[in-house]
């Protein structure tokens, strides 16, 4: 059944990445396009729909933890919104393709998971200072817009960039997730206004998205739940090696 299937892949992925304030719509992309048979681009924004609906999961526990304070959710927030309605724009009138689309997740996963990658195998190594106020908002604008194309609400993207500057894991996951929860409704929503003037399969696949997203609440509440048990470099190491895989991939079937 492709609900059970879903349900699980959501379940399974949040689990995993949640700890580390990453939602699972990255990794949620491949089991859409390969085992689900989501139409593209049907896909971004149901990932954007498994966002909303599993979001509330893991910022549950966050808040239960009382990890879930502090502006720097507010100003991954003001920087992501405007983003990802840009991303969502261009996402539908510019990088329509599937080629294309597979080159810009190259070009996302790929970073993202070399930085997981070296900030593990290098953790003896000092950060660097944390971003400035502004720099941090010039980034979210910058990722949202990312995150808007490829569905996943741009959290996951800034996440890995502020643990290298030193904030902490334990800032950082609560408020990336709460980013990508807010960023997600907002893109959701584009993509549903956009398809109501526009041809193709633009607005959610709305049973996977809700499957897997319900799914992801569950994972996602036991994520945040494990986070203080579990170590954190070996999680960075093996989101890093999964992102970069798929990358790989990607490039491959893109270039093709």
Do not use: K
């Not at 502090?70 to 927030?77: K, N, S, Y």
């Not at 817009?145 to 490829?150: D, P, R, S, T």
């Not at 996951?173 to 549903?192: D, E, K, N, R």
């Not at 093996?238 to 270039?255: P, S």
């Amino acid at each position: 059944m492709p609900e059970l299937t879903a349900f699980l892949a959501g379940l399974l992925i949040s689990i995993v990445t949640s700890p580390v304030g990453v939602s699972g719509a990255v990794f949620l992309l491949p089991v859409q396009l390969s085992v689900l048979h989501v139409p593209n681009p049907a896909v971004t924004p149901t990932n954007l729909l498994y966002n909303v609906v599993a979001g509330p999961g893991a910022l549950l526990r966050y808040r239960r933890n009382g990890q879930l304070t502090g502006p720097l959710a507010r100003l991954l927030i003001a920087g992501t919104v405007p983003g990802v309605i840009a991303g969502a724009v261009l996402r539908v009138f510019a990088i329509p393709g599937p080629n294309v689309f597979r080159l810009v997740a190259a070009a996302v996963l790929l970073p993202l998971g070399l930085w997981l990658c070296a900030r593990a195998v290098s953790a003896g190594i000092p950060d660097r200072p944390p971003l400035s106020r502004r720099s941090v908002l010039g980034l979210s604008v910058a990722t949202g817009a990312v995150g808007g194309i490829y569905g996943i609400g741009g959290g996951s993207i800034l996440g890995p960039l502020l643990a290298g500057r030193g904030t902490p894991m334990s800032q950082i996951a609560p408020a990336a997730l709460a980013c990508t929860f807010v960023t997600s409704i907002t893109g959701a929503a584009t993509y549903g206004v956009l398809s109501l003037g526009t041809a193709g399969d633009i607005a959610p696949h709305w049973t996977v998205g809700l499957s897997s997203g319900l799914g992801g609440l569950a994972g996602g509440y036991l994520g945040a739940r494990l986070q203080p048990y579990l170590p954190e470099r070996a999680l960075r190491l093996l989101l890093g090696a999964i992102a970069t895989a798929l990358a790989v991939v990607y490039l491959i079937q893109g270039l093709r």
